[in-house]
C-alpha cells in the first residue's frame, strides 16, 4: 500500500465564474457590435454618420474576433469545469474510501498482534477472521487507489482537450506576432533584472544595469516597430534610472558652503540658492567623471592606494602573534569605517544643518539609496591630492559655481 | 441636399458602451491571477496564452476605441444641443 492520497487540483467553482465572465464580456461585445450595426440603419444617417461607421469598420472586424475568442473559451473552460468536478469527486470518495481502509488495516494490525499474545495465533477462529478483514481492508485500499489514479488521469485528459481548444482559440489573426512577444518578455525580464539594483551588492547592480539596459532596448523596439509606449516614458524611465546620480548631486549640493577646519568644527563660507547648489554638485561630478579619464590622475590613484595600503601591511607585520596581529586588523578597521561614516555621512549632515539644506541632503540620500551607501563602509584608501593639479577639486567647483548672494 | 436622421441619444449611448469597453479593454489582465483555478499546466497556460496575448490588438483597440467613443459623445452632444435649441426657437417663434 501507498500513503497518502492527494485531491486532484483546481478549482470548479472558479472556472464557472471565469467561464461566466468570458461569455459576459463576449456578449457585451456583441451587443456593442449589434449597435454599431445600428449606426448604419437610421441612427445615424448623415455624412458624420456614414464617416464614424467607416472608422468603425476596422474596430468591428477585431471586435467580432475578440467576441468570439471569448464566447469559445466560455464554453470550453464550462466544459472542463464539468469534467474536473466530476474527476475531484471520485477522486475524493477514492480518498476517503483508502483513508478508512488504511485506518481499519492498521487496528486490526493490533487485533492481530494482541490474539497472538493472548495465545491465539495462526488457525485459531478470532485470528483467521481478524486475518481475513484485514484482507479485505486492503483490497478496499487498493481499490481505493486505483480508483484515485483513474480520476485523476481523467482531470489530466480533461485537462489537455481544454489547453488544446484553448490554444486554438487564441491562434487567431489578432494573436501577438512572435517578434513583439519576445520583445514584450525582454522588456519585463529586464525591468524585473535592473530592480536588483536596489540591493546594495556590486553582483547585484551589476545585473540590474544589464537588465536596465535589456529593458531600455526592448521598449524602443517596441516604440520604433510596434508604436507602443511614448518617447516621454522611455525618457522618464531613463531619468528613473539615473537617479542614484541625481542622489550624489543633491547630497553633495547640500553641503556646498560650509567647510570643516583642522579642530573640526564647520563653518559657514559662502551661500547658495537650491538651483547653484544642484549645478555646482553637478559640474563637480561631472569634473571628477572628466578627471577619471586622465592618465596623470589614474596613476597618481594607484600609487594612492599602494601607499595607503603598505604602511597599515607594515605595521600589522612589526606587531606580535597572529592574535594580536588580528586584533590590530580589526581596529585599524573599524577605525576605517568609523572615519568613512564621519566623512560620507555627518559631515555631509551637519554642513547641511548649518545650510539649513536638510531636506535636500536626506532626499539626496533617499534617491542614492542603501545600494550606493551601505558598500562604502567598507573603507577606501583616501586618495592623495593629485600630483600637479593647480587645485583641489572642491575650489575649483566653487569657482565654476560662483557666488551668489 | 443631404439628408440627415439622427437619433442623439443613441449616439451618446454609443460613445459611453465604447468608452467602457474600452476601460475594461485596458484593465484586462493577462490571466496569471485565474491560472490556478485550473489546476495547473496545460490548461492554465493556454487560458493566459489566450488572455494575454493579444496585447498588441488590445491596446491598439482601447485607443481606437476610446478615440471613437469621445468622438461619439463630442458629435452626441451637439446633435442634442442642436436639437434642444432648434426645437426652443419653433417653439418659442424666434430667429430661424
Known sequence: MSGLLWPVEGSPDALELIAAGCQEAGSQISDLL???????????DSPAGEAFAASLGEVSAILQRVAMRYGDAAGAIDTYAAALRLAQARAQAALESHRDAEEQVLSLEDELWQLSCAGEGAGTTAYESALGRQRQAVGQSLAAEGDHTRAA??????????????RRIADDVIADPVPYRVLHTLSQVGATMASLALIPHPATR????????VATGADVSLRLFYDEGSWGDLLLAAFFTGLGTSGKVLKAGSGLGVEKGADKTFTLTRTYTTGERVRAASAQRWRGYLDSFDPRTARSGAAATVSATTPATATVAGGGGLGARLGQL????ADAVRNQVDKHFLDGLRKAKINDTTTMFAAGITLQGTSKVAPRLVPDPAPPPPQGSPRPAREAV???????? | MTRIRVDADEIVTLGHQL???ADALSAAGDGSVDRW???GDPSGDAFEELVGQWRLHRLRLVASLADLGEAALTAGGVYVDT???????LLTGGPQ
Open chain 1, 206 to 213: 551589476a545585473v540590474g544595469a544589464v537588465g536596465g539596459l
Open chain 1, 34 to 44: 449589434v449597435a454599431i450595426q445600428g449606426l448604419r440603419t437610421g441612427v445615424w
Open chain 1, 153 to 166: 488521469q481523467d482531470a489530466d485528459e480533461a485537462n489537455e482537450v481544454c489547453a488544446a481548444t484553448l
Open chain 2, 37 to 39: 483555478a485550473f489546476g
Open chain 2, 83 to 89: 436639437e434642444s435649441a432648434l426645437a426652443g426657437r
Open chain 1, 330 to 333: 580589526r581596529q585599524r578597521a
Open chain 2, 19 to 21: 468608452i467602457a469597453l
Open chain 1, 398 to 405: 566653487s569657482t565654476a559655481a560662483g557666488p551668489t548672494p
